[in-house]
């Protein structure tokens, strides 16, 4: 082309362009008068509760004007609004101190999502076939209104169920109220990675069904098993501010830390030493080191109370655990067992911790309750430097929320089965509320066939996934910066917390808070309920009003409401049973408990046939998977792999040689009950019988940016149980993997280079 | 005249990757979705570099958190023909994108490979734009864009100070980056003030700068990871 002709060329189609916009309507600015008078250009700052995991950190969000794209009459353009713009940890709450991770950066982007439900949605396809006709809030209420009314007249009350996350606070006192009142069972909790074995564990021990919380920064030993406590468990924003002054916030005093785990997580990189063990053996490898405490005279057997009559031997000083015999079932060498046992009697005060894949086995509860005996044998409950349970604000006693105890809830598994089994007893109505099985659950369980044959579904969540795609009616939530949040948390913080929040915004969508639909619904049956709540706001209005204020004469609710919360010293009226008023090691053991031995894991699988370990991991960015929608987390490159927008198979390279992969490889991963194709990343820090997976990519629906993304490494796993918990073993299942073909692309990694010497940053193209 | 500096505390540092994310949420960096970031035109202003050592079962793994070291002597600076990297008094490596004319020159000369080119105009799925921050402005296709320490926080902080008529204290200012850190891992402030956190901890002995051999003269130390026995 000459260069008339290409100036010819562009000035026409310049032109074109420019005339396309004036007449596109798209392009057209019209500007509607807002709601609300607005300040442009003028933050403000609001208190909110993160929702992305249960440990409840405190935000401070940024609130400021934003042009959002409207249709009014007919004429679509643009309105100002209040929209949140970024979320901060708030700085003086107890739990996060300022810091909020990865994820709780990214749940901004829930609000904002473009595949967000926007409105009551009713079943127009087949079941799980995800089309929904638009239905208003009036008829979809008295649809529901409808059904549950049905169940009363046959008397079916019990055919009524809800399946939820294991929550605490205030909206789990509404659900159970409202179960409770109707008739139903108690909600149906899951979560793959929940950790109710080890609440089961420290009620067991220590008479605390909960979760402990760390004193990292006074600790100057930590010993870890399994638990990702910087990363995805428990309360990690608050443990990663202990860690950081454990590690640097004393003068002269530095914590050390040791990380035992067969697959080196986000947090076993930080360890200064890394101990692989045999999967399932972790609690062996706690009664080797109490067994060498003990002999050291570091802790007499009775010193650990409760918790040590809990482990068979323990008063005779576990002599079926010699370093010997600890080496010969965990695969950790003698010396190093006896090298730990020093370090831990030397350096005072020192803590261990489980979690993770080291309770994710068939004997999990074993390995709990050895490694609550060796922190009560060390002295570390309730001390400074050790853990401790946060005093739990009793919210059922403070909303005065009559009627006995509720009961513990079916599991996963036997709701499923129910189903399945069908009768007078199977659900004809379910709620969903926020829990996504059908992802995450075995194939073995069925959740997805139970799921269809249950005659009507309703879920409240905001997005439509593998779950949710069931329904028949969608009632969806607000995002928790439209609505009332809260959050109780369990553990995370010395004191006892209750995080409350204001809306920040109003709702971008035609959705409701889920609570107060069921409290409308509640009165709206032809045998009202008699909720004594009007809606969440008034609920959290009695609640904190019962709390002490910070100031004579003051008022709990408006300042909890002002600073994001309440924290401090709860009367003891207020506090959750049971009482921390007895010191947790003196609580009486519970009867009819058979004192634990170690028994041998079982594995899912020939080892023959599949001589690997499939371990399914919590990922840093999508948790279990609920948070591969957002975008941020999707690009975010992995802490470990740098990986982005994909999934992968962690591989030992020794292993690798030996079947021919190498990196970046299609592999074929296959239990006994599934198989799947992935790409191989070798890397050292694994165990050669090992491979690891991250679990969250591999949705078939979930939005946009994860429909249809890498691979679930949950579609391989075995339906095997901890016996007394009936908790999920989901590191028990074994595997086979060979070499598939070469790499096809599907891999995305950021960086490069894996050590110093062959460092280079992001991929070179960008140059 | 401040000069404003970072200390990155590897003995602190956890890899957890908060500030990548918050570095999005705060400067309004698009995804580019899987098939460009493929390609490498991922941006990641802030980046948590891992670094394996040894072999099973010895294994040690070393994170390191990687922005613009905002050089006193940037390599970018000088091979810009249009000034569009240009040094600012307090000391910080800007970038003007309206100068920009996308010659890349800048991220050739970057030993740290901390800029990134714009290969198209960003986008974001509505209504994920009501997000972004009026603060800090959009960059279009053609561009280089990098860490800016969240010179939009020091500009406001500094105007707020003034309108005031007090004093910016020490830790007044926080990045996004430092101020999502879980671990406290991350302190700014002004490297001119001998008593500020950032100046005590570039003294440490256990400070050192990424390759400083370069004469680069960054204005972040990483202080180094400890061991144990």
């Known amino acids: 082309m000459d260069r008339r002709s290409f100036i010819k060329l562009t000035a026409v189609s310049g032109t074109t362009a420019a005339l396309a916009s004036c007449g596109n309507p798209e392009n057209q600015l019209v500007r509607f008068v807002p709601d609300e008078d607005i300040v442009p250009g003028q933050a403000t700052w609001k208190p909110g509760v993160c929702p992305l995991c249960a440990s409840g950190c405190g935000l401070t969000v940024r609130v400021m004007d934003a042009d959002k794209d409207v249709v009014r009459d007919g004429q679509a353009g643009v309105v100002t609004i209040y929209a949140a713009k970024k979320l901060e940890g708030s700085t003086d709450h107890p739990v996060n101190h300022g810091g909020l991770c990865t994820r709780g950066q990214a749940s901004i982007q829930v609000t904002y999502h473009p595949d967000r439900i926007t409105q009551p949605l009713k079943r127009s396809g087949a079941r799980g076939e995800a089309k929904y006709d638009p239905i208003s809030w009036d008829d979809a209420v008295t649809e529901l209104v409808g059904r549950l009314d049905a169940l009363v007249s046959a008397g079916n009350q019990r055919a009524l169920a809800l399946l939820g996350q294991a929550r605490t606070g205030h909206r789990a006192l509404v659900v159970q109220q409202f179960l409770q009142r109707f008739g139903a069972p108690a909600p149906v909790r899951w979560e793959i990675f929940g950790d109710d074995l080890l609440r089961r564990a420290n009620a067991l021990s220590f008479g605390r069904a909960q979760l402990p919380t760390f004193d990292l920064a006074n600790a100057r030993f930590a010993l870890s098993f399994g638990a990702d406590f910087l990363g995805t468990w428990n309360s990690p924003v608050s443990q990663s501010h202990g860690y950081g002054a454990m590690r640097q916030g004393r003068a002269g005093i530095r914590g050390a830390f040791v990380q035992v785990e067969a697959r080196m997580s986000q947090t076993g990189a930080n360890a200064d030493r890394w101990v692989p063990v045999r999967p399932g053996t972790d609690g062996v490898l706690a009664l080797g080191l109490a067994h060498l405490l003990m002999a050291a005279k570091v802790g007499a057997p009775d010193a650990a109370g409760r918790a040590g009559a809990l482990i068979e031997g323990w008063s005779a000083g576990l002599p079926a655990y010699t370093p010997d015999a600890v080496e010969k079932l965990t695969g950790v060498a003698a010396a190093k067992v006896e090298r730990l046992a020093r370090e831990m009697a030397e350096q005072r005060p020192g803590l261990a911790m489980i979690g993770g894949p080291a309770l994710a086995h068939t004997n999990g509860l074993f390995s709990a309750l050895a490694v609550n005996a060796l922190n009560a044998l060390l002295g570390s409950v309730d001390q400074p430097g050790g853990l401790s349970f946060t005093p739990q604000f009793n919210v059922a006693a403070a909303a005065k929320a009559a009627g006995p105890a509720p009961d513990a809830g079916a599991s996963l598994e036997e709701l499923a089965a129910g189903i399945l089994a069908g009768g007078a007893g199977a659900p004809q109505v379910l709620m969903i509320d926020g829990a996504n099985p059908v992802f995450a659950a075995p194939k073995a369980w069925r959740v997805r066939d139970a799921l269809e044959n249950v005659p009507y579904i309703v879920s409240f969540g905001s997005f439509l996934d593998e779950t949710s795609a069931l329904a028949d009616l969608i009632l969806p939530d607000h995002s928790f910066l439209e609505s009332w949040a809260e959050n109780v948390p369990e553990s995370g913080s010395a004191v006892a917390v209750a995080t409350v929040a204001p809306p920040a915004m109003a709702p971008l969508h035609q959705t409701r808070a889920t609570v107060d639909v069921l409290l409308d619904v509640g009165r709206r049956l032809q045998t009202p309920l008699n909720l004594p709540w009007e809606s969440m706001e008034a609920l959290l209005g009695i609640t904190f009003a019962t709390l002490p204020p910070s100031t004579e004469g003051g008022d709990a609710w408006s300042e909890a409401q002002e600073k994001g919360g309440w924290w401090g010293a709860l009367p003891a009226a207020l506090v959750a049973a049971p009482s921390g008023a007895a010191s947790a090691s003196t609580v009486a053991p519970a009867s009819g408990f058979a004192p634990a031995a170690f028994v041998e894991p079982q594995f899912d699988g020939d080892p023959a046939q599949y001589p690997m370990h499939l371990l399914p991991y919590a990922s840093t960015t999508f948790y279990d998977g609920s948070a591969a929608h957002l975008p941020w987390l999707q690009e975010m490159p992995d802490p470990l792999t740098s990986a982005m927008w994909s999934s992968w198979v962690e591989v030992n390279p020794t292993t690798a040689t030996k079947l021919g992969i190498r990196d970046g490889d299609l592999v074929d991963v296959t239990s006994a009950h599934g198989t799947l194709q992935s790409t191989a990343v070798l890397t050292p820090g694994i165990a050669p019988d090992i491979v690891a997976m991250p679990m969250g990519q591999g949705h078939t629906q979930f939005t946009r940016y994860a429909t249809g993304r890498g691979e679930n490494p949950a579609s391989l796993l075995a339906p095997l149980t901890e016996a007394t918990t009936g908790a999920l073993a989901w590191a028990a299942t074994r595997v086979k993997i060979a070499r598939a073909g070469d790499p096809d692309g599907r891999l995305v990694l950021f960086a490069g280079g894996k050590n110093e010497e062959g460092r280079h940053g992001p991929g070179e193209e960008h140059r | ?229």
């Open chain 2, 1 to 229: 005249m401040p000069r404003w500096g970072m200390a990155a505390d590897l003995d602190r540092c956890t890899g957890c990757g908060a500030c990548v994310t918050a570095c999005h949420a705060e400067n309004n960096i698009s995804t580019v979705g899987p098939y460009q970031a493929m390609r490498g035109r991922a941006k990641h202003w802030i980046r948590v570099e891992r670094y394996w050592e040894g072999e099973f079962p010895d294994v040690r793994l070393k994170f390191r958190p990687v922005m613009c070291q905002q050089c006193g002597n940037a390599p970018c600076e000088p091979v810009c023909p249009t000034y569009a990297s240009q040094h600012t008094e307090d000391g910080l490596n800007a970038q003007v994108y309206n100068r920009c004319i996308g010659t890349r020159y800048c991220a050739n000369a970057c030993p740290y490979t901390v800029r990134f080119f714009d290969f198209f105009n960003p986008e974001w799925d509505k209504p994920l734009h009501l997000q972004l921050n009026p603060d800090v402005s959009l960059r279009e296709v053609g561009v280089m864009e990098k860490c800016t320490f969240c010179v939009q926080r020091i500009k406001a902080a500094t105007i707020q100070a003034k309108a005031d008529e007090t004093e910016l204290k020490d830790g007044d200012i926080k990045p996004a980056c430092v101020q999502s850190c879980p671990a406290q891992a991350l302190v700014f402030g002004d490297l001119n003030d001998p008593e500020s956190a950032v100046s005590r901890l570039s003294e440490s002995p256990r400070g050192s700068k990424l390759l400083e051999d370069l004469g680069t003269h960054p204005a972040v130390t990483y202080l180094s990871r400890q061991t144990q026995v």
